[in-house]
């Protein structure tokens, strides 16, 4: 699977579970660590273990396997696809790391283009 799709994948599942707050940034150019960041905040622990699942479900689904993941008892869930890392913040804590102004440098990327369950609903 191409990394867009993966992000497309990742995107669409946290949209359809009501993630919060979404971003994606394109990271490639300013650094190694991956492609894309694909940024999200949740309504409680609870629900960013549903999205982590769900996203980890579908993609598994679809043959990607997440590298790495970490913060599964936290306020701050990753899942590592290599070239797309998916953060699922707890409120708190997505204020707290402002991933967003870290990485402010990085290609803002319209999800409006990408988000499709909506549009086939």
Not at 46 to 56: K, S
Not at 61 to 77: F, K, Q, Y
Not at 94 to 101: A, T
Request: glycine share 4%; hydrophobic share 45%; proline share 1%.
């Amino acid at each position: 699977m191409e990394t867009f799709d993966i992000l497309k994948v990742a995107a669409n599942v946290l949209n359809d579970k009501k993630a919060m707050q979404m971003v994606a940034v394109k990271i490639d150019d300013i650094s190694d660590i991956a492609d894309y960041f694909l940024i999200c905040t949740a309504t409680s622990n609870t629900h960013i273990r549903a999205l982590a699942d769900e996203v980890e479900e579908k993609l598994k689904e679809a043959g990607v396997e997440p590298n790495h993941i970490e913060g599964r008892a936290s306020d701050w869930l990753l899942l590592d696809y290599g070239t797309v890392v998916v953060h699922i913040f707890g409120r708190q804590s997505r204020e707290f790391y402002s991933l967003d102004h870290m990485w402010q440098d990085g290609e803002q990327v319209d999800l409006t283009q990408i988000l499709t369950s909506a549009m086939e609903d």
